[in-house]
């Protein structure tokens, strides 16, 4: 039977469109893989997402249409080359590991996220794509307006929804003059997490011209400030903040100008209302935000002395179970978090040489939009570089891997016309 390649051309494309969607559905299969001497808690845990079994069936068609035409790109082989040594080096890890089921785990995770991406640059459409990555953003920005006004979450194990109750300690909360009030998660993991997708999604908003009715624009601006603002996030508030500053500073100002100015004064509106929310996050005052600090300066120590003692590596995804090791189990797994640093926490997992190779995936994706006039493309990277900057979870955690992916995917898309008047220098 003959293959129709331009229908499966075109599922392959919507379906990517709407991966994102499915990407916040959080719905999972926890594997109950035991070994010896190991505890599974949130950084060690095995389980099979929705999302993955979408990227599989996409996998799958993707290897049908690919006739190798699309690699002649130099710098894109780079990248693929960087990937695979990344792959190689997680692989690698088996022989010094202490817990082969979640090596196995992480480096399927690396290969799949790697995988996604290459689906990205070769089939999909950077409009559609950066659509569907924004209605997703909004549905996960409501979801968390309702958490916080609610000031509680409604757990769900089909919907992938987790229950957080502001009482118990250890959810993320605001400390103000009133009492703790409950940051929205979202449907995702942290609002950290929940912060960052937000950010991303407001400056994919204002770079690209996705709907034709601007107050349909506007609008979607408003939702997703209001989430960002609620999610508590700081270094996602620094990522927005950065990336727009770089498409005000491009020569078409005007046309970012808009949203732009909706998200400053929806952020001052709701500054106004929920100063307090704020004031002790910024200003790093506090009981919470003093344990924050100090906990993250334990966290850089620690990392920094894991480089040190093993430049190699601890294993692909196990460093959360090396420091319980070194110490003996002697706290709540849920006290030994990764270090809030993703190229410390790569280093520390897959030594300096996989390290590096992680390293080129981000490199190699700014040496191409380096060609390209100063304007989206760099604000979409220099907002998730901020994000793994100032935190971990575009590497340890599964959504954050595969956000990770569409982003750099969508980077690495060839823009369908290129204004060479003003390049990066």
């Given at each position: 039977?003959?293959i129709?390649?331009?229908?499966?051309r075109?599922?392959?494309?919507?379906g990517?469109?709407i991966?994102?969607l499915?990407l916040?559905?959080?719905t999972?299969?926890?594997i109950d893989w035991?070994w010896?001497?190991?505890i599974?808690?949130?950084?060690?845990?095995?389980?099979?997402?929705?999302?993955d079994?979408?990227?599989?069936i996409?996998?799958?068609?993707?290897?049908i249409?690919?006739?190798?035409?699309e690699t002649?790109?130099?710098k894109?082989?780079w990248?693929?080359?960087a990937?695979?040594a990344?792959?190689?080096?997680?692989?690698?890890?088996?022989?010094?590991?202490?817990d082969?089921?979640?090596?196995?785990?992480?480096?399927?995770?690396?290969f799949?996220?790697?995988s996604?991406t290459?689906?990205?640059?070769?089939f999909a459409?950077?409009?559609?794509?950066a659509?569907?990555?924004v209605?997703a953003?909004v549905?996960?920005?409501l979801?968390?307006?309702?958490?916080?006004?609610?000031?509680t979450?409604v757990?769900?194990?089909?919907?992938?929804?987790?229950?957080?109750?502001?009482s118990?300690p250890?959810?993320a909360?605001f400390?103000t003059?009133?009492?703790?009030?409950?940051?929205?998660?979202g449907p995702?993991?942290?609002?950290n997490?929940?912060g960052g997708?937000?950010a991303?999604?407001?400056?994919?908003?204002?770079?690209?011209?996705?709907?034709?009715?601007y107050w349909?624009?506007?609008?979607?601006a408003?939702?997703?400030?209001?989430?960002?603002?609620?999610?508590?996030s700081?270094s996602?508030?620094?990522?927005?903040?950065?990336?727009?500053?770089i498409?005000?500073?491009n020569?078409n100002?005007?046309?970012?100008?808009g949203v732009?100015?909706?998200v400053?004064?929806?952020?001052?509106?709701?500054?106004?209302?929920f100063?307090?929310?704020?004031?002790?996050?910024?200003?790093?005052?506090?009981?919470?935000?003093?344990?924050s600090?100090?906990?993250r300066?334990t966290?850089?120590?620690q990392?920094?002395?894991?480089?040190?003692t093993?430049?190699?590596?601890?294993?692909?995804?196990?460093?959360?179970?090396?420091?319980?090791?070194q110490?003996n189990n002697a706290k709540?797994?849920?006290?030994?978090?990764?270090?809030?640093?993703?190229?410390?926490?790569?280093?520390?997992e897959?030594?300096?040489?996989?390290?590096l190779?992680?390293?080129?995936?981000w490199l190699?994706?700014?040496?191409?939009?380096?060609r390209?006039?100063?304007?989206?493309?760099?604000?979409?990277?220099?907002?998730?570089?901020i994000?793994g900057?100032?935190?971990?979870?575009l590497?340890s955690?599964?959504?954050?891997?595969l956000?990770?992916?569409?982003?750099?995917?969508?980077?690495?898309i060839e823009?369908?016309k290129?204004?060479k008047?003003?390049?990066?220098?």
């Amino acid at each position: 039977m003959k293959i129709n390649t331009e229908q499966l051309r075109l599922f392959l494309t919507k379906g990517l469109a709407i991966f994102p969607l499915l990407l916040i559905w959080q719905t999972k299969l926890i594997i109950d893989w035991a070994w010896p001497g190991i505890i599974r808690w949130e950084f060690n845990s095995l389980a099979l997402y929705l999302s993955d079994i979408g990227l599989i069936i996409l996998l799958i068609i993707g290897f049908i249409l690919f006739h190798g035409s699309e690699t002649k790109d130099k710098k894109r082989l780079w990248f693929y080359v960087a990937g695979l040594a990344v792959v190689f080096v997680s692989t690698f890890g088996i022989y010094t590991s202490f817990d082969k089921p979640l090596l196995v785990f992480n480096t399927l995770r690396i290969f799949g996220a790697l995988s996604l991406t290459w689906l990205v640059i070769n089939f999909a459409d950077r409009k559609t794509l950066a659509q569907g990555f924004v209605i997703a953003a909004v549905i996960c920005a409501l979801i968390g307006w309702i958490q916080f006004a609610s000031q509680t979450t409604v757990a769900n194990k089909w919907l992938g929804l987790a229950e957080h109750q502001v009482s118990v300690p250890g959810v993320a909360v605001f400390i103000t003059e009133q009492g703790r009030l409950l940051r929205a998660y979202g449907p995702l993991d942290h609002p950290n997490i929940l912060g960052g997708l937000l950010a991303l999604a407001l400056i994919i908003l204002a770079g690209y011209r996705l709907f034709k009715n601007y107050w349909l624009t506007f609008s979607l601006a408003i939702l997703l400030t209001t989430g960002l603002f609620f999610s508590g996030s700081r270094s996602a508030l620094l990522a927005t903040g950065l990336g727009l500053v770089i498409l005000l500073l491009n020569k078409n100002r005007k046309k970012y100008l808009g949203v732009a100015t909706v998200v400053l004064l929806t952020g001052l509106s709701l500054s106004l209302v929920f100063g307090n929310l704020w004031s002790p996050r910024l200003s790093a005052t506090g009981r919470l935000e003093n344990n924050s600090i100090n906990e993250r300066q334990t966290q850089f120590s620690q990392a920094l002395q894991t480089i040190q003692t093993h430049p190699l590596g601890v294993s692909s995804g196990q460093y959360t179970e090396w420091l319980a090791k070194q110490d003996n189990n002697a706290k709540e797994p849920s006290a030994y978090q990764p270090v809030h640093n993703i190229w410390l926490l790569t280093i520390a997992e897959l030594g300096w040489l996989g390290g590096l190779a992680y390293l080129g995936l981000w490199l190699i994706p700014l040496l191409i939009i380096g060609r390209r006039p100063l304007g989206i493309d760099l604000a979409l990277w220099l907002a998730i570089f901020i994000l793994g900057c100032f935190d971990h979870w575009l590497y340890s955690n599964h959504f954050g891997l595969l956000l990770w992916a569409l982003i750099i995917g969508l980077l690495l898309i060839e823009p369908p016309k290129m204004d060479k008047t003003l390049k990066i220098r």
